[in-house]
């Protein structure tokens, strides 16, 4: 009885430790959509701070929406952002199977060399990119956005550790069955590796909806602008109103949050090896 009492006490402690430290990093976020919710006749800088508004409006929103293409903007980032988790996935999981599963001379030097490129910093590669991205006449176009995000060191690193944990007899039964290697990949290997197929695709969209560095270098045509550029706008429009810029940042980072609560259910452990008798 003792021991089940400080078990529930030990449980508590760290549930309110726990609840504690996440009303930590919820705070920037509330006090975000707090300023964007505020009159302007409410004092955002007081002392001490107002997390909730006295008067409650919508029209901070409304005033960035109707000011701004705030849906050409919202669009772009869509198009962006989906069309980079589409290629940078299919590109990652071609890298990453043979890495895993195939054997050939030099492979782990290979993966060795992919892997350090991480340590690089992408400030330093920008320049050469950028030069590559003009030669190819991609500048000022989507696909100029999209270009240096094609593929990642990290996404190849990730998926190559999901194919390596499949077990080799459910490839086996596959080949047994006459499937090509193409076949292997993209009906047996993929959907035993989706987990980490949607935790790469999430850590993808959110990289690329919320880049703000390389669309301000590749992008002057304003009609190409991603959200991230539309809210930089706002401050030297409306002389950095901090209600109207923190409406346009909710706008932009709510498709994120919805994205995430909407795909967490995926991210679970798969039983790659239930089909598998002992």
């Not at 030099?106 to 910093?121: H, K, Q």
């Amino acid at each position: 009885m003792l021991n089940w009492k400080k078990s529930r006490s030990q449980n508590l402690l760290m549930y309110a430790l726990l609840g504690a430290i996440a009303l930590v990093m919820l705070f920037p976020l509330l006090w975000l959509i707090s300023t964007a919710l505020k009159s302007p006749t409410e004092n955002i800088l007081q002392s001490p701070p107002q997390l909730l508004p006295s008067q409650p409006t919508l029209d901070n929103f409304f005033s960035v929406w109707n000011s701004l293409p705030f849906g050409q903007y919202l669009y772009n980032s869509t198009l962006v952002s989906v069309l980079t988790v589409g290629l940078n996935l299919l590109f990652c999981a071609l890298a990453a199977y043979p890495l895993a599963r195939l054997s050939f001379v030099g492979r782990d030097w290979i993966f060795v060399a992919i892997v350090s490129t991480i340590m690089i910093p992408f400030q330093i590669v920008m320049i050469p990119l950028y030069i590559l991205t003009v030669q190819l006449g991609l500048r000022n176009s989507y696909l100029g956005m999209i270009f240096p995000s094609l593929a990642s060191a990290f996404g190849i690193f990730l998926l190559r550790q999901a194919f390596m944990s499949v077990p080799k007899e459910i490839e086996e039964a596959a080949r047994m069955d006459g499937s090509s290697e193409l076949g292997l990949w993209w009906h047996v290997m993929l959907p035993a590796v989706r987990p980490a197929l949607v935790t790469l695709a999430i850590f993808v969209f959110i990289g690329a909806w919320s880049d703000f560095l390389w669309p301000l270098i590749v992008i002057q045509d304003e009609n190409l602008y991603t959200l991230p550029l539309g809210v930089a706008k706002l401050a030297g429009t409306f002389s950095l109103d901090w209600r109207l810029v923190a409406a346009g940042s909710v706008i932009a980072i709510a498709p994120v949050l919805l994205l995430f609560l909407f795909l967490q259910r995926y991210i679970v452990p798969t039983d790659t090896g239930s089909g598998v008798k002992g």
